[in-house]
């Protein structure tokens, strides 16, 4: 509690006051670790020469340490004391916390063991004496916080710290600020004598500080003072800043202060929370004759202030009267703050029995005009008038956010009429309730840099007009607006010189659908947020002209399609006015492809954020030309597979990878590169690697890390790829040639049929058994078929072959049985046209086909040849002509095609069956 307490009540203090303050209680109250939730741990925790043994329930400071430790935290443990033994091991340490312990005292041997030791935290403890003897060694202490504990002082304890530049004896139930009688203390410059209950200053009480010409800070909060004796700060004449927050001493009480002030050094003076309801014209009178520059009176509940009462201020530069009751702002109240630069009146206006809401009278800021920072915050007035702010000439911030004045809601070019004169550089209208910008009303800022619009009920459709005059203007935010804004193509061509633009939740889907674009004319913009707006429909040219353009905030909107490759007219390629994007954040948007050309030429990108898409299967290319990545944000997508083709480029020079909640595929081809990356750098943060990067796939590593991934199972995969890929080509080879020969194997036979024909000939007869022939086949066919023979067998008499014919080449004069006979004497082959019609024909089966087969087996001839029209049984075959296939070679064997396209290859069979030789091959 003290600490947050002492943090909040530094913030009004000087720049300088202010860092020794957060240096003090980072060092001293929380340690020199820092200052981080704890976790619970079961050991001490040693880095870099700091070793974190708090929260241990210890009773005894570890022995086993390093012996080179500076510094070590033992708070919020059981030690009952120090012994300087437990410390021999550590003679280095300049850091000691023991803080939150149960110590009812410090050993004089401490600072002997510890001679180094520069910081000493022993708050909430239950010490009670502190003697001259327990500290006379610490000569190098510049820290000592002895807050919440029972100090009783004995003697002069404090008398041998020449080097202490801050001390917390707070909370300690003192009954007087007197620490010590003689001299000390000379390096002090930091005082806590808070939460302790003395209630008077007596003259002599900061005595001891009578050489201390370093003391800056005295902290006095929620002492309740009642006495001051004269010359009570003369000691410490020389202090700058003095705490009386939460004092609640009274308007008389705080008057004697004031006097007891005059004449000294003092800077800031803080007075919080000290129920100071009324301001009378001399509450302030002592300070006339100090340089006051910043007083705090916030939290008093303060409803009065007397014309006058800051006349005595002079020198004033900061006046902070947040949350108190004022009513009525008169033009008399800030009378005599010619220097005031700064003025907060955060919730500082009510509302009176008279006025539903506070009230501001015309010239009211008037005597203010030094003033540059005016924060109105959180409050509501009756109205502004045409003279509310006149007088304001250096005026260079005003802060009306999350107010609630009527004349507000619609701005028009007399809103702000009372400001013609100042040099506002920002306007600040946050949450102030604003419904309406009108033409020109904000034309009398020539000089604003900065206006802020954000949390309002803007409605309306913005064509230019409404940002006329802003010739300065570098900022606009318009983020979160509770209503939507549309624009127009000339919606910023009044401000050219716009750097930052925030539209953040405040368009509707269709405003960036305009041609030309709504930002062409904004060549110098750098900063452009268009985020959670449901857009939809972009055009190619929305980025042109955008030279400048370094961050891009397109998050939460619905652009799915505007990158899909089966948009109408391809994906828009909309980042290419944007060369010199360093920042792209284009996260929740339900992408699920990234064209190859999308991020083409972002050179210098340095941040992309991908998170929360649909993104699985990422082209080769896509990152190619994102060498100056740091950051790449693609967590909670569908990417199973992280391959060198898509990530080695971006992930070349990464700072930040996020990446976790995939569906990993755990496997050696989608993800062992990834894992070699992971393990080989040394610059690219990964946080969440073993929590947030698991496996989908397989089964074996499902729900586990990917860092569970065993990379060795993949370092002898390369044989077994090779014969992987051999195989595989082996079998598809197989199944293409069994295909091949199954549909395609006739046109094979066929070609090379004719190269070996054309090559060795047609015929492996000799030359001599061919001339003892006069026909090449005898033609044995059904009556039936006789038209199929003279179709398809008598055109082949053109190719050197000829056929007899029973009917056309019968012997004239020779009867008909005789002729048959000599016919099949004079053919070297006898051709059996086998159909259905030829098992059938008695004439054929008892005499023809009779006679050639005695013909064949009297000469001992292989000279049969089957040429199948239709399918016929083998046993049909035997029956009727005494012939099977088995009796035959193959060659002699043929069957008519029923595709026209193989009849050329049935030739090409039967010319080689023809020219086999007669004689049997044995």
Same mark, same amino acid.
């Given at each position: 509690?003290?600490?947050?307490?002492?943090?909040?009540?530094?913030?009004?203090?000087?720049?300088?006051? =202010?860092?020794?303050?957060?240096?003090?209680?980072?060092?001293?109250?929380?340690?020199?670790?820092?200052?981080?939730?704890? /976790?619970?741990?079961?050991?001490?925790?040693?880095?870099?020469?700091?070793?974190?043994?708090?929260?241990?329930?210890?009773?005894?400071?570890?022995?086993?340490?390093?012996?080179?430790?500076?510094?070590?935290?033992?708070?919020?443990?059981?030690?009952?004391?120090?012994?300087?033994?437990?410390?021999?091991?550590?003679?280095?340490?300049?850091?000691?916390?023991?803080?939150?312990?149960?110590?009812?005292?410090?050993?004089?041997?401490?600072?002997?063991?510890?001679?180094?030791?520069?910081?000493?935290?022993?708050?909430?403890? &239950?010490?009670?004496?502190?003697?001259?003897?327990?500290?006379?060694?610490?000569?190098?202490?510049?820290?000592?916080?002895?807050?919440?504990?029972?100090?009783?002082?004995?003697?002069?304890?404090?008398?041998?710290?020449?080097?202490?530049?801050?001390?917390?004896?707070?909370?300690?139930?003192?009954?007087?600020?007197?620490?010590? #009688? /003689?001299?000390?203390?000379?390096?002090?410059?930091?005082?806590?004598?808070?939460?302790?209950?003395?209630?008077?200053?007596?003259?002599?009480?900061?005595?001891?500080?009578?050489?201390?010409?370093?003391?800056?800070?005295?902290?006095?909060?929620?002492?309740?003072?009642?006495?001051?004796?004269?010359?009570?700060?003369?000691?410490?004449?020389?202090?700058?800043?003095?705490?009386?927050?939460?004092?609640?001493?009274?308007?008389?009480?705080?008057?004697?202060?004031? #006097?007891?002030?005059?004449?000294?050094?003092?800077?800031?003076?803080?007075?919080?929370?000290?129920?100071?309801?009324?301001?009378?014209?001399?509450?302030?009178?002592?300070?006339?004759?100090?340089?006051?520059?910043?007083?705090? =009176?916030?939290?008093?509940?303060?409803?009065?202030?007397?014309?006058?009462?800051?006349?005595?201020? #002079?020198?004033?530069?900061? =006046?902070?009267?947040?949350?108190? @009751?004022?009513?009525?702002?008169?033009?008399?109240?800030?009378?005599?703050?010619?220097?005031?630069?700064?003025?907060?009146?955060?919730?500082?206006?009510?509302?009176?029995?008279?006025?539903?809401?506070?009230?501001?009278?015309?010239?009211?800021? /008037?005597?203010?005009?030094?003033?540059?920072?005016?924060?109105?915050?959180?409050?509501?007035?009756?109205?502004?008038?045409?003279?509310?702010?006149?007088?304001?000439?250096?005026?260079?911030?005003?802060?009306?956010?999350?107010?609630?004045?009527?004349?507000?809601?619609?701005?028009? !070019?007399?809103?702000?009429?009372?400001?013609?004169?100042?040099?506002?550089?920002?306007?600040?209208?946050?949450?102030?309730?604003?419904?309406?910008?009108?033409?020109?009303?904000?034309?009398?800022?020539? @000089?604003?840099?900065?206006?802020?619009?954000?949390?309002?009920?803007?409605? &309306?459709?913005?064509?230019?007009?409404?940002?006329?005059?802003?010739?300065?203007?570098?900022?606009?935010?318009?983020?979160?607006?509770?209503?939507?804004? !549309?624009?127009?193509?000339?919606?910023?061509?009044?401000?050219?010189?716009?750097?930052?633009?925030?539209?953040?939740?405040?368009?509707?889907?269709?405003?960036?659908?305009?041609?030309?674009?709504?930002?062409?004319?904004?060549? !110098?913009?750098?900063?452009?947020?268009?985020?959670?707006?449901?857009?939809?429909?972009?055009?190619?040219?929305?980025?042109?002209?955008?030279?400048?353009?370094?961050?891009?905030?397109?998050?939460?909107?619905?652009?799915?399609?505007?990158?899909?490759?089966?948009?109408?007219?391809?994906?828009?390629?909309?980042?290419?006015?944007?060369?010199?994007?360093?920042?792209?954040?284009?996260?929740?948007?339900?992408?699920?492809?990234?064209?190859?050309?999308?991020?083409?030429?972002?050179?210098?990108?340095?941040?992309?954020?991908?998170?929360?898409?649909?993104?699985?299967?990422?082209?080769?290319?896509?990152?190619?030309?994102?060498?100056?990545?740091?950051?790449?944000?693609? &967590?909670?997508?569908?990417?199973?597979?992280?391959?060198?083709?898509?990530?080695?480029?971006?992930?070349?020079?990464?700072?930040?990878?996020?990446?976790?909640?995939?569906?990993?595929?755990?496997?050696?081809?989608?993800?062992?590169?990834?894992?070699?990356?992971?393990?080989?750098?040394?610059?690219?943060?990964?946080?969440?690697?073993?929590?947030?990067?698991?496996?989908?796939?397989?089964?074996?590593?499902?729900?586990?890390?990917?860092?569970?991934?065993?990379?060795?199972?993949?370092?002898?995969?390369?044989?077994?790829?090779?014969?992987?890929?051999?195989?595989?080509?082996?079998?598809?080879?197989?199944?293409?040639?069994?295909?091949?020969?199954?549909?395609?194997?006739?046109?094979?036979?066929?070609?090379?049929?004719?190269?070996?024909?054309?090559?060795?000939?047609?015929?492996?007869?000799?030359?001599?058994?061919?001339?003892?022939?006069?026909?090449?086949?005898?033609?044995?066919?059904?009556?039936?078929?006789?038209?199929?023979?003279?179709?398809?067998?008598?055109?082949?008499?053109?190719?050197?072959?000829?056929?007899?014919?029973?009917?056309?080449?019968?012997?004239?004069?020779?009867?008909?049985?005789?002729?048959?006979?000599?016919?099949?004497?004079?053919?070297?082959?006898?051709?059996?046209?086998?159909?259905?019609?030829?098992?059938?024909?008695?004439?054929?089966?008892?005499?023809?086909?009779?006679?050639?087969?005695?013909?064949?087996?009297?000469?001992?001839?292989?000279?049969?040849?089957?040429?199948?029209?239709?399918?016929?049984?083998?046993?049909?075959?035997?029956?009727?002509?005494?012939?099977?296939?088995?009796?035959?070679?193959?060659?002699?064997?043929?069957?008519?095609?029923?595709?026209?396209?193989?009849?050329?290859?049935?030739?090409?069979?039967?010319?080689?069956?023809?020219?086999?030789?007669?004689?049997?091959?044995?």
């Amino acid at each position: 509690m003290q600490r947050k307490y002492l943090v909040f009540k530094m913030m009004h203090a000087p720049r300088y006051t =202010l860092l020794l303050a957060l240096t003090t209680v980072c060092h001293v109250m929380m340690g020199p670790s820092s200052c981080v939730a704890a /976790q619970k741990k079961t050991s001490c925790v040693v880095e870099d020469g700091r070793a974190d043994c708090s929260h241990l329930s210890l009773r005894e400071v570890p022995p086993n340490l390093p012996g080179n430790l500076t510094s070590l935290d033992m708070s919020h443990n059981r030690l009952g004391g120090i012994p300087p033994t437990s410390l021999t091991p550590y003679p280095g340490l300049l850091h000691l916390d023991v803080s939150y312990n149960s110590i009812t005292g410090l050993v004089g041997g401490l600072c002997q063991t510890l001679p180094l030791l520069q910081t000493l935290n022993v708050k909430h403890n &239950q010490v009670l004496y502190l003697k001259k003897e327990d500290l006379s060694h610490c000569t190098s202490l510049t820290q000592l916080n002895l807050a919440s504990n029972r100090l009783r002082l004995q003697g002069e304890p404090f008398i041998a710290l020449q080097s202490l530049t801050f001390l917390d004896v707070s909370l300690n139930k003192l009954k007087s600020a007197k620490l010590g #009688s /003689q001299p000390q203390l000379p390096s002090l410059v930091n005082l806590s004598l808070a939460l302790n209950d003395f209630t008077t200053l007596k003259n002599d009480d900061f005595s001891f500080l009578n050489q201390s010409s370093f003391l800056q800070v005295l902290n006095l909060s929620a002492v309740s003072l009642k006495t001051l004796e004269p010359g009570c700060f003369k000691p410490i004449s020389r202090i700058r800043t003095l705490i009386m927050d939460g004092s609640k001493t009274g308007t008389l009480i705080i008057a004697k202060l004031c #006097s007891q002030l005059s004449g000294t050094a003092i800077d800031v003076l803080s007075l919080r929370n000290m129920r100071l309801v009324t301001l009378t014209n001399t509450t302030f009178t002592g300070l006339q004759e100090t340089n006051l520059t910043s007083l705090d =009176l916030s939290g008093n509940g303060m409803g009065k202030i007397e014309k006058g009462s800051f006349k005595w201020l #002079s020198e004033l530069q900061s =006046l902070v009267l947040a949350e108190n @009751n004022i009513k009525h702002l008169t033009k008399d109240i800030f009378q005599g703050l010619t220097s005031l630069k700064r003025l907060n009146l955060t919730l500082a206006l009510v509302k009176s029995h008279t006025s539903a809401v506070p009230i501001i009278d015309d010239y009211s800021f /008037q005597p203010l005009n030094a003033l540059e920072t005016l924060i109105l915050k959180k409050t509501a007035v009756r109205e502004i008038t045409e003279n509310a702010f006149t007088g304001l000439t250096s005026l260079k911030e005003l802060d009306m956010s999350w107010t609630t004045y009527t004349d507000l809601k619609n701005i028009t !070019n007399k809103t702000f009429v009372s400001l013609a004169r100042s040099p506002l550089r920002k306007l600040n209208l946050i949450g102030a309730d604003v419904k309406q910008i009108n033409p020109g009303c904000f034309s009398v800022f020539r @000089n604003l840099t900065t206006l802020l619009l954000d949390h309002n009920y803007i409605k &309306q459709t913005l064509t230019g007009r409404e940002f006329e005059g802003l010739d300065r203007i570098q900022e606009i935010y318009m983020s979160d607006n509770f209503q939507k804004v !549309n624009l127009s193509s000339t919606s910023f061509v009044n401000v050219p010189n716009l750097r930052v633009l925030t539209l953040g939740k405040s368009l509707i889907a269709t405003a960036l659908d305009r041609d030309p674009s709504p930002f062409s004319p904004l060549s !110098n913009l750098t900063f452009l947020d268009l985020s959670n707006n449901n857009i939809a429909n972009i055009r190619g040219n929305m980025l042109e002209g955008l030279v400048n353009l370094k961050v891009l905030k397109l998050q939460h909107n619905n652009l799915a399609r505007v990158w899909k490759s089966a948009n109408q007219g391809g994906p828009v390629l909309f980042l290419k006015g944007a060369q010199k994007l360093t920042s792209l954040l284009m996260d929740s948007n339900g992408l699920d492809e990234i064209p190859v050309d999308a991020l083409r030429g972002l050179t210098e990108l340095r941040e992309l954020s991908l998170g929360n898409n649909l993104l699985n299967s990422l082209k080769d290319t896509i990152f190619e030309d994102l060498n100056s990545l740091r950051a790449l944000y693609l &967590q909670k997508n569908l990417i199973t597979t992280v391959r060198p083709e898509v990530f080695q480029t971006p992930m070349s020079n990464l700072s930040l990878l996020v990446m976790g909640k995939n569906p990993f595929d755990c496997t050696c081809e989608s993800i062992l590169w990834f894992m070699t990356w992971m393990n080989k750098t040394n610059m690219t943060s990964v946080p969440g690697l073993r929590e947030q990067y698991t496996c989908n796939t397989p089964l074996t590593y499902f729900n586990r890390s990917v860092m569970d991934f065993d990379a060795l199972s993949c370092k002898d995969m390369t044989p077994f790829q090779a014969l992987y890929i051999l195989s595989s080509t082996a079998v598809l080879m197989l199944m293409v040639t069994a295909l091949l020969v199954r549909f395609h194997g006739w046109r094979f036979e066929f070609y090379w049929n004719i190269l070996i024909n054309r090559t060795l000939g047609f015929s492996d007869a000799s030359v001599e058994e061919g001339r003892e022939f006069e026909y090449d086949a005898y033609v044995i066919c059904a009556e039936d078929d006789g038209s199929w023979v003279d179709r398809r067998l008598v055109p082949l008499e053109k190719s050197n072959c000829k056929f007899c014919l029973e009917d056309r080449d019968a012997v004239a004069g020779m009867s008909v049985l005789q002729s048959i006979v000599d016919n099949i004497r004079k053919s070297r082959k006898i051709l059996f046209v086998v159909t259905e019609a030829l098992l059938r024909d008695p004439w054929c089966r008892r005499f023809t086909a009779h006679q050639a087969l005695h013909q064949v087996i009297e000469a001992s001839r292989d000279s049969v040849v089957l040429v199948f029209l239709q399918d016929v049984h083998d046993y049909r075959l035997s029956q009727s002509l005494f012939l099977r296939r088995g009796m035959l070679r193959p060659c002699c064997v043929l069957d008519w095609p029923v595709h026209k396209e193989r009849v050329p290859a049935f030739h090409q069979k039967l010319l080689i069956a023809l020219g086999m030789t007669n004689r049997f091959q044995e």
